[in-house]
């Protein structure tokens, strides 16, 4: 696994990223389906109500859990903001929950970046080029998650 330079996200890119928050804060988030969960958080500093739209990475039926990850590290604000306020509000789909953030284990979340490199190879390749990883092996996903990005489950309160 080789790190290489992350570039800030700008122009286009940058829109497409905000593009689902546009989506369910005019009503319509709805559209974006299972794969995208809006999670409604205060800010840590601020105290401020807060918005962040993320992948649902995988979902446990049984238990309701949602699970999300930072691919931007554990400096991302809005996984900070969870750290310090696990209480939180989310939108899958057209459904609104009330949850728990519970982050995972190091080792958890390196088992959990195997899961969806194995469920979905193509997005999780891309994910590492974005996040300026360059890995293609379950050793290398699994060191990626335990060491760079931390996943946390959103279970119903």
Do not use: C
Not at 41 to 51: A, D, E, M, N, V
Not at 141 to 155: C, H
């Amino acid at each position: 696994m080789t790190q290489t330079e992350r570039k800030p996200v700008t122009g286009l890119k940058k829109f497409f990223f905000r593009a689902p928050l546009f989506l369910y804060r005019i009503g319509l988030g709805g559209l974006l389906g299972k794969r995208f969960v809006l999670v409604n958080h205060i800010g840590r500093k601020s105290g401020k109500p807060r918005q962040t739209v993320l992948e649902v990475v995988n979902h446990d039926k049984t238990s309701n859990t949602y699970f999300i990850a930072s691919g931007f590290g554990k400096k991302s604000d809005w996984y900070l903001n969870i750290l310090a306020h696990p209480q939180v509000n989310i939108q899958v789909g057209w459904r609104k929950l009330a949850v728990t953030a519970v982050p995972l284990t190091p080792e958890q979340s390196g088992q959990a970046m195997v899961d969806y490199a194995r469920r979905y190879p193509t997005a999780a390749k891309n994910l590492g080029k974005v996040i300026g990883y360059a890995v293609s092996t379950e050793e290398e996903y699994r060191a990626v998650g335990r060491d760079s990005i931390p996943f946390i489950a959103l279970e119903v309160r």
